[in-house]
């Protein structure tokens, strides 16, 4: 895997970390106030920066947050507004990396055909 291929530090939009805040001002259990060790440190390298959750930071990990999202405990409590947003950073990062999201995936990112 040549490096190109497997960081894509600063290839997609950088978020405002307002933009997708936690439920509340206490962090849902799992999240993390820090990354986790051997994760990215750069916020902008996960699907859910404000809690460095699902890293989108390779290809490996940017179709893993497509699958893992869904099953989060918080999936139900968050609003569509921050579901779409979330899924659209997921769709980003697969397009970066060349892979083309699935169709259930692009529904749920607002994306219609």
Known sequence: MNEEHRHAKGKWESFDPEE???IEDDLP?????TPPKGYPFDRNQYAIPAWYALPID???HARNAAS???QMDVYDQLGPAAKERI????????RVFGIEPS???LERAGYSE
């Open 58 to 60: 390779t290809p490996k």
């Open 29 to 33: 259990p799992g999240a993390h106030r």
């Open 87 to 94: 899924w659209r950073r997921i769709v980003d990062a697969e």
């Open 20 to 22: 997708i805040p936690p």
């Open 68 to 70: 893992r999202f869904p």
């Open 103 to 105: 169709r259930e995936v």
